[in-house]
């Protein structure tokens, strides 16, 4: 007998609509997931407005999943297990894949863009996605895994060191997230330059400095550093109204570390990355073992909990959407159709 369940369904731009659709049965090799939360990022709000290049009608979204096994298979997370997606689909046969990179697979696709999402009652997964989460981190922390990987990717293809300045620029939930990550890791200072009010007092209550501008951000950088810069720059705003500051608050031989996606080419002073031996790096999305360090960072001492976090129910996913478009008021917007705490 056919199983249905309720999930949110993107029907064209800027609409989304709560239905009843069929329950998916779990192939070879995947496990059926209860979905307990799922976060609301950028690329849905891109989903959301049409502008994905990837997305079609039709689609249930999310990525960012946090829930517990309904139906197990024999090599994967035993039924009652809280596990977190890896939401990556590779294609297994590019060279990046071929040597052990498939985070940067040349044909990279994700669960929530080209396959079924989480904004659903039930989703399946690949088994060998999933990460176990420790029974005493909260589901309202574990959604966060997914977006915390993120940072954990950025931060080790920083090389930061112990001791080291660091400069953000943006202040949402990656921005955020990577400064706590780069201060786990043990940086002496973070500043985030970040224009949102509400943001900026999001960061300073979080413990770090926080500047609206970049001119402000430099100015602070150099008062911390006798005039040198930062030792590492994250851009996690990806707007080119900050690109060409980016090299001018970072030290010689310092790193530069691109984690947002710019959505067009922007204007970098490429003259100051030669003049001052500067790194430039990009980064995309995480490994493996990143995902898992981020699993093991929220069951240790990283505690996420003070995060400012909205919760919807599935009923309300239109404005779950309007509450993260509108950045206010919640660092992260959830849609929680298992509404666990």
Request: proline fraction near 5%; include cysteine.
């Amino acid at each position: 007998m056919t199983q249905m369940m309720q999930a949110a369904v993107w029907t064209g731009t800027d609409t989304i609509d709560v239905r009843d659709i069929v329950r998916p049965e779990p192939a070879a090799g995947e496990v059926l997931v209860r979905v307990e939360h799922v976060g609301i990022c950028g690329t849905d709000l891109a989903i959301m407005h049409g502008a994905h290049p990837r997305a079609q009608a039709g689609l249930v979204p999310g990525h960012e999943i946090v829930g517990v096994v309904a139906a197990a298979t024999a090599d994967g997370p035993p039924v009652g297990a809280r596990v977190v997606s890896e939401p990556l689909i590779t294609c297994g046969e590019c060279r990046a894949c071929r040597t052990g990179s498939s985070h940067v697979c040349k044909n990279l696709g994700l669960f929530g863009i080209d396959a079924a999402g989480g904004l659903a009652d039930y989703v399946a997964l690949p088994a060998a996605s999933l990460h176990v989460v420790p029974g005493h981190v909260p589901a309202l922390q574990a959604v966060l895994v997914e977006p915390l990987a993120v940072a954990v990717h950025a931060v080790d293809m920083a090389g930061l060191s112990e001791g080291d300045t660091v400069a953000v620029f943006g202040g949402g939930p990656i921005g955020i997230l990577v400064a706590m990550v780069a201060r786990q890791a043990g940086a002496r200072a973070v500043v985030i330059a970040e224009p949102n009010d509400w943001r900026r007092k999001v960061a300073a209550d979080l413990g770090f400095v926080a500047v609206d501008g970049a001119e402000a951000l430099r100015a602070e950088l150099f008062d911390l550093t006798d005039g040198e810069g930062a030792d590492v720059t994250f851009d996690a705003a990806g707007h080119p109204s900050i690109t060409t500051a980016l090299t001018e608050v970072t030290r010689v031989l310092g790193r530069i570390v691109i984690v947002a996606v710019h959505k067009k080419p922007a204007e970098v002073d490429l003259r100051a990355v030669c003049f001052k031996e500067q790194s430039l790096v990009g980064v995309r999305v995480y490994t493996h073992a990143d995902v898992q360090r981020a699993v093991e960072l929220l069951a240790g001492d990283l505690d996420l909990s003070t995060l400012p976090v909205a919760s919807y129910p599935l009923s309300a996913v239109e404005d779950a959407f309007h509450a993260a478009a509108d950045g206010g008021g919640a660092l992260k917007v959830l849609v929680s159709p298992g509404g666990a705490a």
